[in-house]
T-cell receptor, first 112, second 111 residues
Framework: DGGITQSPKYLFRKEGQNVTLSCEQN?????MYWYRQDPGQGLRLIYY???????QKGDIAEGYSVSREKKESFPLTVTSAQKNPTAFYLC???????????FGPGTRLTVL | AQRVTQPEKLLSVFKGAPVELKCNYS??????LFWYVQYSRQRLQLLLR??SRESIKGFTADLNKGETSFHLKKPFAQEEDSAMYYC?????????????FGSGTQLTVLP
């Protein structure tokens, strides 16, 4: 079940710590995305990247940071500035920005 | 601002009954509309998009610009249709095309 992978599946963090979620794709897609999924709220866009070395803020970027140094990788860092970090995080990619998005299996982050 | 509303969080129907999952949107222009589905223990995946005007797994969805709706329909529901369904919207080609998702509807098809 390759294509787009996320690790780890479950992640626990103490308050005040930064944590980085991994997202890798071998689909040769230019665009990658990070979403946050909360019960009853659907998916909300955190950051997206249309091409390597470029990224833009989504609707809820505060308290998060990303990098896109390689086409295959789009890691998300949840910083201590994020007030409510406990959530399910989904990464996605598309061949170009705006095309059909393919999703990873997700990472569930819990702040203790 | 673009917005997608799915008024039903939970929807239950019996096997063989018709099913309609509602989706209304707000967008000042000509959007592209999508339905994504997430089956139990599987990834979120695209089900269908309005520009394709196709039927996938017996589901269809018609874009009604007058009512700003994109309801998902199936005449005879099956148990394997039980899943979480998300309606999503993006701007047309050439504009900002990030997806905006609705809050989702959990469909349960009862035997």
């Amino acid at each position: 079940d390759g294509g787009i992978t996320q690790s780890p599946k479950y992640l626990f963090r103490k308050e005040g710590q930064n944590v980085t979620l991994s997202c890798e794709q071998n689909l040769n897609h230019d665009a990658m995305y990070w979403y946050r999924q909360d019960p009853g709220q659907g998916l909300r866009l955190i950051y997206y990247s249309q091409i390597v070395n470029d990224f833009q803020k989504g609707d809820i970027a505060e308290g998060y940071s990303v990098s896109r140094e390689k086409k295959e990788s789009f890691p998300l860092t949840v910083t201590s500035a994020q007030k409510n970090p406990t959530a399910f995080y989904l990464c996605a990619s598309s061949i170009v920005f705006g095309n059909e998005q393919f999703f990873g299996p997700g990472t569930r982050l819990t702040v203790l | 601002a673009q917005r997608v509303t799915q008024p039903e969080k939970l929807l239950s129907v019996f096997k063989g009954a018709p099913v309609e999952l509602k989706c209304n949107y707000s967008y000042s222009g000509s959007p592209e509309l999508f339905w994504y589905v997430q089956y139990s223990r599987q990834r979120l995946q695209l089900l269908l998009r309005h520009i394709s005007r196709e039927s996938i797994k017996g589901f269809t969805a018609d874009l009604n610009k007058g009512e700003t709706s994109f309801h998902l329909k199936k005449p005879f529901a099956q148990e394997e249709d039980s899943a979480m369904y998300y309606c999503a919207l993006s701007g047309p080609s050439g504009s900002a095309r990030q997806l905006t998702f609705g809050s989702g509807t959990q469909l349960t098809v009862l035997p």
